[in-house]
């Protein structure tokens, strides 16, 4: 099975290091308006359940998953002039 998540709300941005290895603390924006562990977990049994090959979860974002599949390079295009979170 595969997975394929968008942005989750977890605490690794606040348990991420910068780059002089101290403690970056913040919550990401990203990860902030992410969906739940608790839900991924819901839709990862049922997806275990029915036996489906492939489990998409997330938001918005998960628009880009299908932008890549069949534009490929729209997708790389449009990746490129992306700004960090």
Same mark, same amino acid.
């Given at each position: 099975?595969? &997975?394929? +998540?968008g942005? %989750? @709300? +977890?605490? $690794?941005?606040?348990?991420?290091? +910068?780059? *002089? /290895?101290?403690?970056?603390?913040?919550? *990401?924006? /990203?990860?902030?308006?992410?969906?739940?562990? #608790?839900? !991924?977990? #819901?839709? $990862? $049994?049922?997806?275990?359940? @029915?036996? #489906?090959?492939?489990?998409? &979860? /997330?938001? /918005?974002?998960?628009?880009?998953?299908? %932008?890549?599949? &069949? &534009?490929?390079?729209?997708?790389?295009? !449009? %990746? @490129?002039?992306?700004k960090?979170?």
């Amino acid at each position: 099975m595969v &997975f394929l +998540t968008g942005k %989750i @709300r +977890t605490h $690794i941005s606040l348990n991420a290091l +910068t780059s *002089d /290895g101290s403690a970056h603390g913040v919550m *990401d924006q /990203g990860q902030e308006a992410g969906k739940s562990p #608790e839900a !991924l977990a #819901e839709r $990862i $049994i049922r997806g275990l359940e @029915r036996g #489906e090959e492939e489990v998409n &979860f /997330g938001g /918005g974002e998960m628009k880009a998953l299908w %932008i890549k599949r &069949f &534009f490929p390079r729209l997708f790389s295009r !449009l %990746i @490129r002039k992306q700004k960090p979170e």
